[in-house]
């Protein structure tokens, strides 16, 4: 019995070590998510990169709080040129909304989602870590 309990408490705490390790690939197989994550990069300004998946690597996500509230974010870079273009994504907890700050070399911070101050100062900072 008391195997069982210890067997079920490490495989508890697996688990939550493992709760870092959420990218947001795993998050646009979410259908809630892939929705706004289309709504988001379907400006017209937004680079190729960002819209396709396939050509970026992403962080890990990570659990935020702005004005009391928790978000989801994480940094992508273009593949194979990471000091070309970066980008930070932040989702609202449920995935209905979505923000995001791209930079590229040589062109202003293109912020998409119209995120509040607050969230663009996040933003700001997500990508400067």
């Given at each position: 019995m008391r195997r069982l309990i210890l067997s079920l408490a490490l495989l508890g705490m697996a688990g939550i070590a493992r709760a870092g390790d959420t990218y947001i690939y795993d998050l646009l197989k979410?259908?809630?998510?892939a929705q706004s994550w289309k709504t988001l990069t379907s400006a017209k300004k937004t680079p190729a990169w960002v819209r396709d998946e396939n050509r970026f690597i992403a962080g890990a996500l990570k659990i935020i709080s702005i004005d009391a509230v928790n978000y989801q974010i994480s940094v992508i870079s273009?593949?194979?040129?990471?000091?070309?273009?970066?980008?930070?994504?932040?989702?609202?907890?449920?995935?209905t909304q979505a923000w995001a700050e791209v930079q590229e070399e040589g062109k202003p911070a293109l912020y998409l989602g119209e995120p509040s101050a607050a969230q663009k100062s996040a933003l700001d900072e997500a990508i400067a870590e």
């Open positions: 979410n259908s809630v998510y273009k593949q194979h040129a990471t000091n070309d273009g970066q980008a930070s994504i932040l989702f609202n907890m449920n995935g």
